[in-house]
């Protein structure tokens, strides 16, 4: 059983639909990857799964549990982690309350939670005490990516996590998602960066105008012409 | 030297206590700005109204104040902060969350809560009479006179039993304000919400929790800082007229949504009214022998009269507004 | 633009069903009071209620055409009165015979001189004094200079009360008072509108609340220029008074002045709604960053509105001022200046003129009438108290009834806001296709 699966997902905000049918699946321990050109609809996937706005057709199931259009505080408690592109930060509190916010429906393992954060992402233990507004855009990403893993979640949705990121910041992240994945997360996430996330992506959807045009591994994707004339910018 | 005397009754004592209750009030207002966005007008009506229900249970039991040892206004507040605090959650519950959730633009809640000021306007002057009434129903105030141990200095220092009990009542309800929202995971929470409503959601942060939370708050305070100020001069219906624009200005100079802000603007304002309106010639008159024939001091050299403390305020309001509009403190929303 | 006039004009013209029953049900009501408390009364209740209308009018187009909350309706309306005491009032002899008009004009020249002076020394740092030094100067010289100014201005008006009471007016035709109300609120709200109208509209709220006061604070307690407390009656009407054509017919007069007043503005706000100007009035209320976008000069719109709106309501003011006849500075109330007109705003329809002049009559009408309606209930109330559980009323039973009324138009503001927010005549906003 996969471990997250949409199948046909029409919706869009207000009654126009963004997403036009968009299919992809991805594995208990699997880094799944959309890619696209602007306006495919990839954020807005991330969004649909995550119960921000309408899926109006299709389904999305968790572990086999159908999830379509499920508030995300239900979601947060299924085990589900989303990491918004813009504002994923509290800005003003310390990026140690920014994480126990995190795990604010489930305020039991909140040390062991931390010592683990901590441990993917160690430039955040030297400045635990300092507001998180006060950090590098790098650093202020691991914040918001610590504070959706608070709560252990099975499947991780990362929105254009190195938006805005110089390139040694953008590997560090790639790094970090790896290293998050290998100790048993899934994750889906959004990238501009198309050719360096699907390095390290199990699966890669390739989306345009709201419905998939390529679905296949990373790196067949990287090695298909077809897909690196169009979309890879050759 | 009785001068500074002078002074210090009329400027520092004063200005402290006129602080502090902006102080308390400002907080009020600006919890209410930072989780639900909106200025909240009523807010000098709550603190009357905390302020009438203290009265109504020291009528009640006037003999419960000499049991303790302490004002029966001081042992009733904690039972109508209680009392206003559950009022303010089913104020927000009956006029501010339908409007809330119907999407309406702030400025519309603005308006909705001066609804709310009328009403409790109405109801208190309808229950309450309009004349003022002494806070100390079985007792007296006392009042303390500090000798000096200077010979030139005649006169005391004099601070009333309310200032004295405002002073740690305010420093009490600021270093548990500071562990609360430090120290506590509804405390972080609010902080959260009032950094970024959506991402809070996103967390699973029960908003409407929280927003209950904020009104207890803004009761209890709203309460205490009512009481304490009708305790130190009368209970008015009308209270609350004297009190909006300072409470707002004090909450604007302190950078809006901002509580330590908040208290820094509610001394600014409040030493600001007491130092506009003191009579700067008792200071200046023992040097008149030294200064030049020609200058004469006029009997009044103060800044504004005392008809016009409302000027102070508003003044800084402005002047804020168009220099600095985030605050001295740098507010969230402007 | 042009397929939108296209749309305007082809429309069908619905019979406006709505309008029609709301207003009959109005004029019923109009004549129901004539019938109970006969002409003399009712006629000045319409009057009082056309002057609310050119106030509520500034707020419609204040809140409804352009989203701004102006909490101090108060003030203008005082500003208006105020000038129309000012300009209609005769000449004080015992003031201008003496030598206390040359001492004023002295101290008010000493005051134009202050202000120079402190303006010029903020522009020190042109002549290379370090910026902070500049700042101190400017400051301390402003202080200084301040002070002397109010003693000496403190002094000048203190003999004006002893030696001749007040300065008077003008003794110029009232209707130059109107004009000079509204030019004075409209001078006001621009200085309030520019520091406020580019922040949150909450601080325009605090801030319009903040100037009303002291408006009321200036004319109240200064007793030179308004006689204060004391209160200045009679103000001369621009029509013939009562004592030449009777009450009735008077006030009837003064009626129609004042709903030829109403239709010219209405007639400007008509154009005005519908000229490219009202589009875009209401595009950056509707949406405000896509206008922004749009390259329209927001502020600058936003500004002629509040501006327009106070200068109505500084018009309004001096009618209505003019029509009581008496200037007392106490008489202007939050309540009745600010919260009523806005009650007849959001209940009338706020962006909606008719809406505005149909929510002023309906709801002054209301207003007038419960006083005797809240006393009579509270009568009822102590009667059926005192007969049947021997309850003993406090003695200031019927100014507490009236208070009932405070809270009652809390109550409407709440209900109108939560369940018709558009009014009972809702804008109609023409959809262009």
Known sequence: MPLLEARDVHGGYGGMNILNGVDMSIEADEIGVIVGPNGAGKSTMLKAIFGLLQVNQGEIRLRGEPITNLAPNKLVHMGMGFVPQENNIFPSLSVEENLEMGAYIRPSGVSRMLEQIYEFFPPLLDKRRQPAGELSGGQRQMVAMGRALMVEPSVLLLDEPTAGLSPLFMNEIFERVKKINAAGVGILMVEQHAKQALAIAHKGFVLAAGYNRFTDTGEALLNDPEVAKSFLGG | ?334 | ?433
């Open chain 2, 1 to 334: 030297m009785n001068e500074l005397v002078f002074f210090i009754n009329n400027v520092v004592v004063a200005g402290s206590v006129t602080g502090s209750i902006y102080a308390m009030g400002a907080i009020g207002v600006t919890l209410v700005f930072s989780i639900m966005r909106f200025a909240h007008f009523a807010h000098a009506d709550m603190m009357t109204l905390g302020a009438f229900v203290v009265l109504l249970l020291s009528l009640a039991f006037p003999g419960a104040g000499s049991v303790v040892g302490l004002p029966t206004a001081i042992v009733m507040l904690p039972i109508a902060m209680v009392v206003t605090a559950a009022v303010a959650v089913g104020i927000d519950k009956a006029f501010y969350k339908p409007l809330r959730s119907h999407g309406v633009k702030p400025i519309v809640i603005v308006i909705g809560s001066l609804g709310v000021t009328l009403m409790l306007q109405g109801l208190l002057r309808l229950f309450a009479g309009t004349s003022p009434q002494n806070m100390y129903v079985a007792e007296r105030k006392e009042i303390y006179r500090l000798e000096l141990p200077f010979e030139a200095v005649t006169r005391p220092v004099i601070v009333t039993e309310p200032q004295v009990i405002l002073f740690i009542l305010v420093v009490a309800a600021v270093v548990g304000l500071h562990l609360f929202l430090n120290k506590t995971r509804t405390g972080k929470a609010m902080r959260a919400m009032s950094d970024n409503p959506d991402l809070a959601r996103a967390s699973g942060i029960n908003t409407n929790h929280i927003v209950s939370v904020t009104w207890i708050i803004v009761g209890g305070l709203a309460t205490m800082a009512g009481t304490l100020l009708s305790m130190d001069v009368t209970f008015k219906p009308d209270l609350s007229f004297f009190l909006l624009l300072p409470i707002f200005a004090a909450a604007i100079v302190g950078g809006v949504g901002h509580p330590y802000g908040a208290i820094a603007g509610g001394f600014v304002v409040g030493f600001a009214e007491t130092l506009a309106v003191f009579n700067w010639a008792v200071l200046l008159r023992p040097f008149q022998e030294r200064l030049p024939d020609w200058l004469e001091l006029p009997n009044n050299l103060a800044f504004v009269g005392t008809e016009y403390k409302i000027v102070v305020p508003f003044f800084i309001l402005v002047a804020i507004l168009v220099w600095r509009p985030t605050g001295i403190f740098k507010g969230k929303v402007i």
């Open chain 3, 1 to 433: 633009m042009t397929t939108s006039k296209t749309t305007d004009r082809t429309a069908p013209r619905r019979l406006p069903l709505r309008e029609l029953i709301l207003f009959g049900a109005l004029f019923v009501a109009i004549l129901g009071v004539y019938a109970v408390m006969g002409p003399a009364y009712s006629t000045r209740m319409l009057v009082e209620a056309a002057c609310y209308a050119i106030i509520a009018l500034g707020l419609t187009i204040q809140w409804g055409y352009a989203g701004q909350f102006n909490a101090g309706v108060m003030g203008f309306v005082a500003l208006g009165g105020f000038c129309a005491m000012f300009f209609g009032i005769p000449v004080n002899e015992a003031f201008w015979d003496s030598q206390l008009p040359g001492e004023l004009g002295r101290v008010l020249l000493y005051l134009v001189g202050a202000v120079l002076l402190v303006w010029g020394a903020t522009k020190l740092d042109r002549l290379g004094v370090p910026k902070r030094l500049r700042t101190i100067i400017a400051v301390v010289l402003a202080v200084v200079l301040y002070l002397v100014v109010i003693s000496l201005l403190r002094e000048v008006t203190g003999e004006i009360r002893s030696q001749a009471g007040f300065i008077g007016g003008l003794g110029l035709p009232s209707w130059i008072g109107w004009i000079a109300g509204g030019a004075l609120a409209g001078f006001i709200g621009y200085y309030i509108g520019h520091i406020c109208l580019g922040l949150r509209s909450d601080y325009l709220a605090i801030a319009t609340l903040g100037i009303a006061e002291i408006i009321k604070a200036f004319l109240k307690n200064s007793d030179w220029l308004t006689r204060g407390t004391a209160t200045v009656s009679p103000l001369p009407w621009p029509t013939p008074g009562p004592s030449d054509l009777g009450f009735v017919l008077a006030r009837a007069v003064y009626l129609s002045l004042t709903a030829v007043v109403i239709a010219g503005i209405f007639f400007l706000l008509h154009r005005a709604y519908h000229a490219p100007w009202g589009r875009m009035i209401r595009a950056i209320r509707d949406n405000e960053v896509s206008s922004a976008a749009m390259g329209k000069d927001i502020n600058k719109r936003r500004l002629e509105i509040f501006v327009f709106g106070c200068i109505l309501m500084g018009i309004g003011g001096a009618a209505l001022t003019n029509f009581n006849s008496i200037f007392d500075p106490q008489g202007y109330l939050p309540l009745n200046h600010t919260f009523l007109v806005l009650v007849m705003v959001i209940l009338g329809g706020p962006g909606n003129n008719l809406g505005t002049i149909f929510g002023a009559v309906l709801v002054y009408i209301i207003w007038i009438m419960s006083e005797p309606l809240a006393l009579f209930l509270m009568n009822i109330a102590v009667y059926i108290g005192e007969g049947w559980f021997g309850w003993e009323p406090p003695s200031n039973i019927s100014s507490r009834a009236l208070q009932a009324r405070v809270f009652v138009i809390g109550l409407l503001i709440s209900l109108v806001l939560r369940y018709a927010p558009r009014g009972l005549m809702p804008e109609k906003v023409p959809h262009h296709h």
